[in-house]
């Protein structure tokens, strides 16, 4: 922490990135930052919640690179996170390869599927999310043109010259014209102009009618029908027929869901969507989000909308396109329908979380059925939270029949431990509850749940056999080098249970975890904000206990005391000259006159 303390002293009023490492050297998360200083220094000061409090207990040591402008450092943490693959940045990395259509750029071209976009002098459409989409398209469009389908061009003519599905340039000359008109008609077709080649169908459908060919006809029908099935869902359409992305998102519980719509030739063609936990401030892991997804594969179109330009400085220049934030009209419909869209798509993602009652009951036998204990109906779970051994606490939280019983949580002020001692802290906490669960013969749990491995797990066994003659089930979840819950331990000395990932009983242990985990940080957030509000106080002439106790029960926070006015603090009974003095204080050197305090 001390070397931390004096790297933080160094730190520069420039751009940059920042690479935070754990005890083992390990890159663990790579950000940047318009002012390094003060974004770096933000991790070790004030409280945090979510996931990012787990972050911040990894941080053993940190790197920074300073950069000429913000954009380079957002294109340096692309690089970075590409180059390092970071357990926190995993999920906020586009690490989805998307399905293109490509017309190859060959003497004889063909139509294929692909996930890489590369500097050949092809002919690439998409991205398609839907890659069942990708290959329908293609096959409808390798009915339509003679394009050649065979990767290596054979010996003779195959099938598919006989179905009249390819010129057979193995055998035959090709007019390189006919290739330039078929293209040009493919690139019409998948940049939404549809009518063209859908009159072409009806009437070949027509035609094999009046031939009594009712097979051909029927499938030209069929193909009649997908495309009548595209043009239905062209609900957003634009006259200019200008290629552009609109970008939409939505945070909430630590996760960010992000939305983008392709619009091509005016036509809505495909979305993107993905939704993953964040760390860092929420629009500045947007734009981060943003720059990847345009960084090595995805076609950049002629416009880019955002719901807003904070942090995009440079992004145009970048990315070679028009960058716009619309205020009005189609076009900031277009972003609100995206923002609404994820809002829908991370809220959907939270319900199907959720299970019913009858699967949560299943769970919990399936759960005592795995440990050997019968039906856990009462499952007490504990978590502790700290920031460098700073204010900790730990937390409670009880399920019955696999259902959080919030009546029943408890919070715990740590006060024999110092500093990060995770199994100290373990030890005292079950001790202070059982000992009152039998002084007041209160309910005893089922099973107890503690988060962490086997240092957490023998730290609750010794305290509950060894010192108050207790014996009860005692599992841990431990996490993998991702930090991803894998895998559940039982007893002393701890040993692991299979349990399926897929499995309820896996997901219900895993709400439990998340339910303790947020509860602590809350605790936590809460008992450090005070903490912090005090400490600013405590050099502040003429105030004392109970004053203190009344201006954080009446602002709350630092903020709102700095931006006070007098008639405000005259309205809790304090007089002028004092308000100016704690004013002062806390605004710093800079507001000190009088002038500058009587608002």
Known sequence: MNTIKEKLALLPDKPGCYLMKNTEGIVIYVG?????????????????????????????????????????????????????????????????????????????????????????????????????????????????????????????????????????????????????????????????????????????????????????????????????????????????????????????????????????????????????????????????????????????????????????????????????????????????????????ALNEKFALMARDEARTVQAVEKLGEAIGIGYPKRIEAFDNSNIQGIDPVSAMVVFTDGKPDKKEYRKYKVKTVVGPDDYGSMKEVIRRRYTRVLKEDLQMPDLIVVDGGKGQISAAVDVLENELGLYIPVCGLAKDDRHRTSQLLVGDPPLPVALKRDSNEFHLLQRIQDEVHRFAITFHRNTRGKTMFKSQLDDIPGIGDKRKKLLLKHFGSVKKMKEASLDEYRGLGIGDKLARTILAHLRGASDTEEGAIDK
Request: hydrophobic share 35%; glycine share 4%.
């Open 32 to 344: 940047k930052a318009k002012v390094l200083k003060n974004r770096v220094r933000s991790y070790f000061t004030g409280s945090h919640d979510g996931k990012t409090q787990r972050l911040v207990q990894e941080i053993a040591d940190f790197e920074y690179i300073v950069t000429s402008s913000p954009m380079e450092a957002l294109l340096l943490e692309c690089n970075l996170i590409k180059q390092y693959d970071p357990r926190y940045n995993i999920l906020l990395k586009d690490d989805k390869t998307y399905p293109y259509i490509k017309i190859t750029n060959e003497v004889h071209p063909r139509l294929e599927i692909t996930r890489k976009v590369l500097k050949d002098g092809a002919k690439y459409f998409g991205p398609y999310p839907n890659a069942g989409a990708a290959q329908e398209t293609k096959k409808l469009l390798d009915r339509l043109y003679p394009f050649r389908k065979c990767k290596h061009i054979p010996k003779q003519v195959c099938l598919y010259y006989h179905m009249g599905q390819c010129l057979a340039p193995c055998e035959y000359e090709m007019d390189t014209a006919q290739y330039s008109e078929m293209i040009e008609q493919i690139t019409r077709f998948l940049n939404g102009n549809y009518t063209e080649i859908k009159s072409q169908l009806q009437r070949q459908m027509e035609q094999a009618a009046e031939n009594l060919e009712f097979e051909r006809a029927r499938d030209l029908r069929d193909q009649i029908h997908y495309i009548d099935a595209i043009l239905e869902k062209q609900k957003v359409t634009f006259a200019d027929n200008v290629d552009r992305d609109a970008w939409g998102y939505y945070t909430d519980k630590g996760w960010m869901s992000v939305q983008v719509f392709h619009i091509r030739q005016g036509k809505m063609i495909e979305r993107n969507v993905a939704s993953f936990p964040y760390y860092g401030e929420e629009h500045e892991d947007f734009i981060s989000y943003v720059v990847q997804f345009y960084f090595e594969e995805h076609i950049r179109p002629k416009e880019v909308l955002l719901p807003s330009a904070e942090g995009s400085e440079g992004l145009e220049e970048w990315l070679g396109s028009k960058l716009l934030v619309p205020q009005r009209g189609p076009k900031k419909q277009l972003v609100d329908m995206a923002n609404e869209n994820a809002n829908i």
